[in-house]
């Protein structure tokens, strides 16, 4: 192969990498309105359109138990939604994609009624379709020292109303 043919080889296959690149921008927008979505179906009470965010696969860690699956998650959270009132809120304040765009993980303050920061969340967000991200992991931590500290800002600060 010629030294011409060569180099436009190589070019060619630079573009096309650059082409198959996901826009990370666009994926971790798109994780931080999916993970807004999320937290509104609780403040709306709206167990369906909570359950529309759930991977089938999805683990959630409800304290020592593991929820295996949405129909799981489902069964261990409609408690949550029966009261008029939700019992805690939450909204991002981190959200990070993998550079292939298949996997993000989403980070933020869990407050109670009052607006207290109580826990942090933190989730796996799958895309399963082109724009279309689920959770198939979540589990909160204990809040560090910088949570307390930072948690007297607004609860709705990562989220638009």
């Not at 996901?22 to 709206?46: H, I």
């Not at 991977?55 to 009261?83: I, K």
């Not at 020292?145 to 638009?160: M, Y």
Request: aromatic share 10%; proline share 6%.
């Amino acid at each position: 192969m010629g030294k011409t043919a060569w180099m436009g080889a190589l070019l060619m296959a630079a573009a096309l990498q650059a082409q198959a690149q996901p826009d990370l921008a666009q994926a971790r927008a798109q994780v931080w309105a999916a993970e807004c979505a999320f937290a509104r179906s609780m403040a709306q009470r709206d167990l369906a359109a909570f359950a529309s965010h759930l991977s089938a696969q999805a683990l959630f860690f409800n304290g020592p138990e593991v929820l295996r699956g949405s129909a799981a998650v489902l069964a261990g959270w409609t408690g949550f939604f029966d009261a008029p009132t939700a019992p805690f809120s939450w909204a991002p304040d981190q959200v990070e994609v993998l550079a292939d765009g298949s996997l993000a993980y989403s980070t933020g303050l869990v407050r109670n009624p009052q607006g207290e920061a109580i826990v942090r969340f933190n989730s796996v967000w799958r895309q399963e379709a082109p724009g279309q991200w689920r959770v198939v992991l979540d589990k909160g931590s204990p809040l560090s020292t910088t949570d307390r500290a930072a948690a007297g800002a607004s609860s709705a600060a990562g989220c638009p109303p």
